[in-house]
């Protein structure tokens, strides 16, 4: 007996509802998945401040090593002079740059980003190599009092003078002591140019308070040197676990992206392709952790559609099968 028309009509359109609802599965589950895709196709800018002592040179290996990764790099002159001026300088830097960054800070580098980044919605992390991390209201030397360093005997003080009758004090690392307190796993030699070559820091670098504290709002990562005599390791470790940052340790001394520029390209990178659980709770967070959903929004909006579209997908495929299942008599 031939199947009615009526009838032929009918699967045919339970055929095409099948085929729409599948359709529509698929391209709920992949349009999230090609959004993703974009999104860690677009590397972020690494923007990477030197600290006191130092030039932008000391990101050398480390450059190299991120562009050969293919991140776009910017290592600015951190002028030195005062924190409030220097991280008002590194902002305007970040103004210059488009799309997402990450900043990374070593030394007193890090007091600069923690404040030039506050407020600032397109840095994405922030990384402390060996690093000043100050809280609102504090300052480098006040957490020096309290987890003192060799520093404090490795340095000299030489007064400056500048345009329109300012005048103020520079410190010098001591070029005999630099080797032991600054960079004792690198070449005496090594050691020596740095010694040469140095940029002073005044000392209302150390010593001005932090008017913002970016990493209570921006996940971190830290890397903790254990051979630093010029900032005490405890001291790091503290900064680290109260921002709830990511850590690691090395045994390096003060300069680790000198001597060792592999680990803090990894941290680096580590930083930069951070998603989602991935990425530490911010300190801001009084609770210091989050529930899943709260954690992870997108991939939850992920799973509730994922789940919808297959749940509609398989009760299309059964209506389907259901109707091929009525055969004519």
């Not at 000391?58 to 991140?71: A, D, F, M, P, T």
């Not at 402390?128 to 209201?137: E, I, R």
């Not at 005997?153 to 520079?170: E, I």
């Not at 941290?267 to 951070?274: E, Q």
Request: net charge positive; charged share 20%.
């Amino acid at each position: 007996m031939a199947a009615s028309p009526a009838l032929g009509s009918g699967r045919i359109r339970t055929r095409a509802v099948a085929a729409g609802c599948a359709v529509a599965a698929c391209a709920a589950v992949a349009a999230p998945a090609a959004a993703e895709d974009d999104a860690a196709a677009r590397k972020p800018t690494v923007v990477l401040i030197h600290g006191a002592f130092a030039d932008g040179s000391s990101w050398n290996g480390v450059i190299q090593r991120l562009e050969r990764r293919g991140y776009p790099v910017v290592a600015p002159a951190n002028p030195l002079r005062g924190l409030t001026t220097d991280s008002a300088y590194i902002a305007s830097v970040l103004d210059s740059v488009k799309g997402p960054l990450v900043l990374v800070g070593h030394s007193y580098g890090g007091s600069v980003i923690s404040v030039a980044a506050a407020g600032n919605s397109r840095v994405k992390s922030l990384v402390y190599v060996s690093a000043l991390m100050p809280d609102k209201g504090e300052s480098g030397q006040s957490l020096a009092a309290r987890y003192p360093s060799e520093l404090a005997t490795a340095t000299r003080a030489v007064p400056y003078r500048a345009g329109g009758g300012v005048r103020g004090t520079d410190l010098y690392l001591k070029r005999d002591k630099l080797h032991r307190v600054f960079a004792a796993d690198l070449p005496a030699s090594t050691a020596r140019l740095l010694a040469v070559t140095q940029r002073p820091a005044s000392t209302a670098a150390f010593s001005e308070k932090a008017k913002a504290a970016a990493w209570r709002q921006i996940p971190s990562w830290f890397l903790v040197a254990r051979q630093d005599k010029t900032i005490n390791p405890r001291q790091e470790r503290f900064e680290a676990k109260r921002a709830h940052s990511h850590t690691v340790e090395i045994n390096s001394s003060h300069v680790a992206m000198i001597a060792h520029p592999q680990a803090v390209t990894d941290l680096i990178v580590k930083a930069a392709t951070a998603t989602g659980s991935a990425r530490p709770s911010p300190a801001g967070n009084a609770s210091g952790s989050r529930t899943r959903a709260e954690s992870r929004p997108a991939d939850t909006a992920v799973a509730w559609v994922t789940a919808g579209a297959a749940a509609l997908l398989l009760g299309g495929s059964a209506l389907l099968v259901g109707r091929r299942g009525r055969r004519p008599r």
